[in-house]
């Protein structure tokens, strides 16, 4: 797989309920962040998560790190439509600061 | 919060031109960079600048493109030739500190269409 991949590539669900997103990674890392981004529009940093850390939370959002497992996951809770869009995790490599690799992204679609 | 803030939005432009994109970066930051997001296709590095210069460009980074920070507050992309693979979603960040330790501030984008 590739650095930085997220997976599903696509999630539906109701508003209300929990979504949960997945990204992994293959080479070691400084830190790992989430990005959203609304269709057609600028990213959004959402999350900086370091490599030392394990989990993170912001408001109904919560970050896990494994760092033996190279994966990371995103939860989102009580999901709302205004959550709809997509969601990247980038990685910024230990040889390679200041250099972000993005993933392709989950698109998280919420109904309501 | 402060902004990254770019400009034009939208570019078009014909095979073979120029064009300069323009980004006005937070305005303590040290750190820039611009990646681009091709339609459908993941958000790639395109190069990051500090200090006055290029710390790090992709392969995708070629000779036809350069970086500019032609004053205090401006970053600018210029691609020399455009051609048809050009046309992508291009987005300026900034960072306070290196992007490796701190998070990244993107802006909105420049749409570029190459005709």
């Known amino acids: 797989s590739q650095q930085g991949e997220e997976d599903p590539q696509a999630l539906s669900i109701q508003e209300g309920e929990n979504a949960t997103m997945n990204c992994s990674y293959k080479?070691?890392?400084?830190?790992l962040q989430w990005y959203r981004q609304n269709s057609g529009r600028g990213l959004v940093h959402l999350i900086l998560?370091?490599?030392?850390?394990r989990e993170k939370h912001s408001g109904r959002l919560r970050v896990t790190l494994d760092t033996s497992k190279k994966s990371s996951s995103l939860l989102i809770t009580a999901s709302r439509a205004a959550d709809t869009a997509s969601y990247f995790c980038?990685?910024?490599?230990?040889?390679?600061?200041?250099?972000?690799?993005f993933g392709d992204g989950t698109t998280l679609t919420v109904k309501p | 919060e402060p902004e990254v803030t770019q400009t034009p939005s939208h570019q078009v432009t014909q095979m073979g031109q120029e064009v300069i994109l323009r980004c006005v970066p937070i305005?303590?930051?040290?750190?820039f960079y611009w990646y681009r997001q091709i339609l459908g296709q993941k958000v790639e590095f395109l190069v990051s600048?500090?200090?006055?210069?290029?710390?790090?460009k992709s392969e995708i980074f070629d000779d036809q493109f350069s970086v500019e920070r032609p004053d205090g507050s401006n970053f600018t992309l210029k691609i020399r030739s455009t051609k048809l693979e050009d046309s992508a979603m291009y987005f300026c960040?900034?960072?306070?500190?290196?992007?490796?330790?701190?998070?990244?501030?993107f802006g909105s984008g420049t749409q570029l269409s190459v005709l």
């Open positions: 960040a900034s960072s306070e500190e290196a992007g490796g330790y701190e998070k990244l501030f």
């Open positions: 080479t070691s890392i400084n830190n």
């Open positions: 998560i370091r490599s030392n850390e």
């Open positions: 980038a990685t910024d490599e230990r040889t390679n600061a200041g250099k972000s690799t």
């Open positions: 305005s303590n930051h040290l750190y």
């Open positions: 600048f500090y200090n006055n210069e290029i710390s790090e």
